[in-house]
């Protein structure tokens, strides 16, 4: 089954997520939650990771977690591998736990902003989800979460766990006497906006790209992430591979091959745009996009003016079997460079 690739390098910042199997809860009492906690601890102490912020809801869980080395892929194996044994074991169950692959949204963690967002998003979900009555420092009293322990002395929390680069995204000084005072009122007026309709929208709207994203950076980041992304691929096979960010490495490339092939054949796009939909160097240009990258067949059609998706077919399927004419010196042009 195809997979979304797994970017990882030093320094690397994710946010993470992970449901249970069918929907079904990960964790059935407070001995299970201790449990998925104690094995957080435990995989960060073998992996070196930093948790930035956690919560852990009944039927999943949310990670801001930042990698000092490439290792997030090995790590969440073990912690999802070894929470289900320790869980199975308890309950005398056997099976899967984790639905299928965890979500792993790669950050651009030199923007203070996304670093904010994140963690706001992961701190308020026991809000979203309706287990926190909104109402004043309710929000503290939730367990099962990173943010009771940023409003607990320094000296309490645990050494994986870092409030700094949280802090310092709000621009508190984490090492300031105010730091708790200064990150509850801000989550407090968080907590207060999701009480309303026009803050719950607004809230909403800033996460969108938290929730159906693959990667939250500005343009540099994901250029940098995508060409990540393509030596992921040139190591594998690309067709194991799928999701957005694969779409969108596809299309990076095509862009690119198409460039390419235009400057070949010494035409604009402005002069590709005003030919018919079935002329022969449009045909030709889709020939070689098909063969060379996996881009849709409506991504062709739009950027090749070809008419209809389903014209695609039989444009290269034309180019593959000709033998002889103008198609066939076309593609012969572009076999050899």
Known sequence: MPRKPRVEYAGAYYHVMSRGDH?????????????FVKTLADVCGRTGWLVHAYVLMDNH???????????????????????????????????????????????????????????????LNPVRAGLVVEMPG???YYRWSSYPIYLAASESR?????TGRVLGSLGVDPAGLRARRQYEAYMENCVEQWATESGRQMLAEACKDIRRGWCLGDAGFREMILER????????????????????????????????????????ESALSGMRKGAEVKRVLAWALRKRTTVSNRW????LGLGHPANVPGYVRSVEQAKAGNLFCLRRQLEKY
């Open 300 to 303: 062709l059609s739009a950027k």
């Open 138 to 140: 309710a929000l503290r």
């Open 229 to 268: 992304i393509e030596q992921v691929m040139k190591e594998g096979m690309p067709s194991s591979y799928s999701g957005d960010e694969v779409q969108q490495h596809d299309e990076v490339a095509a862009e690119r091959t198409l460039q390419e092939a235009l400057a070949l054949f010494r035409l604009s």
């Open 158 to 162: 645990p050494a994986w766990l870092t």
């Open 23 to 35: 929907g079904y809860a990960i964790v059935k009492d407070d001995k299970d939650r201790e449990r």
């Open 61 to 123: 869980y949310h990670l801001l977690v930042q990698t000092p080395e490439a290792n997030l892929v090995t790590g969440m194996k073990w912690l999802q591998g070894t929470f289900t044994i320790r869980s199975n074991v308890r309950h005398h169950e056997h099976g899967h736990l984790f639905q299928g692959r965890y979500k792993a949204l790669i950050m651009d963690a030199t923007e203070d902003g996304y670093v904010r967002r994140v963690s706001t998003y992961i701190h």
